[in-house]
């Protein structure tokens, strides 16, 4: 069907800088915790601003799992959670013995149903999980309004959201207690593994700093550069092994340098869908507000009733056409965990569900050429009828 070689659903796009990087980081002799982690949590922080730290950890989900314990969630507590989005968001809640809440998602952005949120607050509420699905901030005004009227605090899974902005600010400088990043292969940036905590409070960020390293007073690069004796050190908690490696950190450096570039390109991929898919029997995503920016992390189509084929045919076509697809996600209430655990089932969750059952999401990278997107939007246009 074509003589291109197959298109994969996401690829990072790595330059010469970020591997001198990496080697320099090598040849140094630091490849844990060091000097380059503490330039990639400098520079990030200044990236965003608003006098926020970062914390480098080695992958979103242990962020959460920081933030989390940080915000003093135990057994006994319940954070909301969507249905609609990876494990991990609810896994650290377990992580901790506390239970996770699931919440329907708003059926044009997927994001978390505000009105869900409302009725699953209890006295038990610790915290709010927001995921900014795709790269699509949340309604934020209103999720943070009805944490401060419960006392609730909230901690955002913006593993898809950099560089998202909501109301013209960057995710990651509003007045949530914690945001947490990922910088997984497939992100909008990458450093292989890793991720990134970031918060205003000072109390949170010294917790989650003590625990990212076996709750250890003096992270290892400290120990090595301080006027205090390098063997010396306190264990002043029950921590565990989170932090980020500087060969992970050297990436992140010179992918930092090139997020608005980055994103740039996304942007542009994304309109060219939009222009060219408008006319077939597709859902397509929501876009932002004109006050907001879209990461555009994923880009996900779902099948109205007029499609020729089903979801799954249309995944198995395009294979078959060298296109890679995913499904982001089969919702949580699907999965045999979560719903035997908690006694889930689709009726509860109908939104998601029927959304699920429509849904793929297709290639959106920064190396991505036109042309490869123009044979994915032909095959689409061939195989959707028009």
């Known amino acids: ?26 040849r140094s002799g630091w490849v844990t915790t060091g000097p380059k982690t503490k330039q990639f949590e400098t520079d990030f922080a200044a990236y965003l601003g608003g006098e926020v730290e970062a914390i480098a950890v080695n992958s979103a989900t242990a ?35 506390a239970d996770p809440i699931f ?33 699509l901030a949340c309604d934020m005004d ?16 913006a593993a898809h959201a950099f560089p998202t902005r909501f109301d013209q600010q960057l995710i990651g400088t509003l007045d949530s207690d914690v945001a947490v990043f990922s910088f997984y292969a497939n992100k909008t940036m990458t450093t292989g593994e890793g991720g990134m905590v970031v918060t205003k409070n000072q109390a949170l960020a010294k917790r989650i700093k003590v625990m990212r390293l076996h709750g250890i007073s003096r992270d290892a690069f400290d120990r090595f550069t301080s006027e205090k004796p390098a063997w010396y050190y ?34 542009y991929l994304a309109k060219r869908y939009f222009e060219q898919l ?39 076509k395009l294979a078959e056409a060298k296109i890679g697809t995913s499904v982001h996600y089969v919702p949580l209430h699907r999965h045999p ?33 036109d042309e490869q997107q123009d044979h994915i939007i032909a095959t689409l246009r061939q195989l959707l009828g028009k």
């Not at 298109?7 to 591997?19: R, S, W």
């Not at 980020?244 to 950190?249: C, L």
């Not at 569900?353 to 429509?358: G, R, W």
């Open 234 to 267: 306190e264990v002043v908690a029950p921590g565990f092994k989170y932090n980020m490696p500087d060969t992970a950190a050297a990436m992140g450096i010179h992918q930092l340098k090139r997020i608005d570039q980055f994103w740039q390109r996304r942007e």
């Open 63 to 97: 962020g959460l799992h920081l933030a989390l314990e940080a915000l003093g969630v135990g057994p006994g507590d319940e954070v909301i959670v969507p249905t609609m989005t990876f494990t991990a968001t609810a896994e650290v809640v377990r992580y901790l013995g």
């Open 278 to 316: 408008a006319d077939l029997p597709l859902i397509l995503p929501a876009r932002a507000d004109s006050s907001d920016v879209h990461s555009w992390h994923l880009y996900v189509i779902r099948l109205t009733e007029q499609a020729p084929c089903t979801r799954d045919e249309l995944i198995e």
């Open 1 to 26: 069907m074509s003589e291109l070689p197959f298109i994969p659903f996401a690829l990072p796009q790595i330059g010469e800088e970020e591997i001198a990087e990496v080697a320099d980081a090598l």
């Open 103 to 135: 919440v329907d998602c708003c059926p044009t952005t997927l994001n978390i149903d505000v009105e869900g949120i409302k009725q699953a607050i209890s006295a038990k509420t610790k915290v709010i999980m927001p995921v900014h699905y795709g790269g």
């Open 337 to 369: 965990y979560w719903r035997d655990s908690y006694q889930l089932s689709p009726e509860q969750f109908p939104q998601a569900d029927k959304a699920y059952l429509s849904m793929l999401s297709i290639p959106l990278y920064t190396k991505m050429t």
């Open 142 to 157: 209103k999720i943070l309004a009805l944490a401060a009227e419960h006392g609730i605090k909230v901690l955002e899974d």
